[in-house]
């Protein structure tokens, strides 16, 4: 699955997810994109969208997207590795526009 991170979510994230194809926002020359911007640009060109923007889903008009969403609870690295194994299942299951936010634990 082609995941992009957001500028918010912590890099070193990445080796937790060795059986996905992540790319980084920044990587992209994306990482001055708004939130609506960003969407835009990944929309047909990744499967999932990582983020820990926790306003997304109310600052965005999600209806119709392709592009799947996933919201971390945080985006401090320590605090995200406890949720490695609910994001691992997330990913598993996650269908085209959907929009999944990982609960605070």
Same mark, same amino acid.
Do not use: C, M, S, W
């Given at each position: 699955m082609k995941v992009l991170f957001d500028v918010n979510t912590p890099h070193? !994230? %990445?080796r937790h997810l060795p059986e996905h194809e992540v790319t980084f926002a920044q990587d992209m020359g994306w990482a001055e994109l708004r939130?609506?911007?960003?969407?835009?640009?990944?929309e047909g060109r990744f499967d999932v969208l990582l983020t820990?923007?926790?306003n997304l889903?109310?600052?965005?008009? !999600? %209806?119709?997207?392709?592009?799947?969403?996933?919201?971390?609870?945080?985006?401090?690295?320590?605090e995200v590795l406890r949720y490695v194994d609910d994001l691992r299942r997330v990913l598993a299951a996650i269908?085209?526009?959907?929009?999944?936010?990982i609960a605070r634990k």
């Open positions: 070193p !994230l %990445r939130n609506g911007d960003l969407i835009h640009a990944a820990a923007d926790q889903r109310y600052q965005q008009n !999600l %209806r119709g997207r392709v592009l799947a969403i996933v919201v971390l609870p945080t985006n401090r690295l320590r269908k085209p526009g959907d929009f999944v936010e």
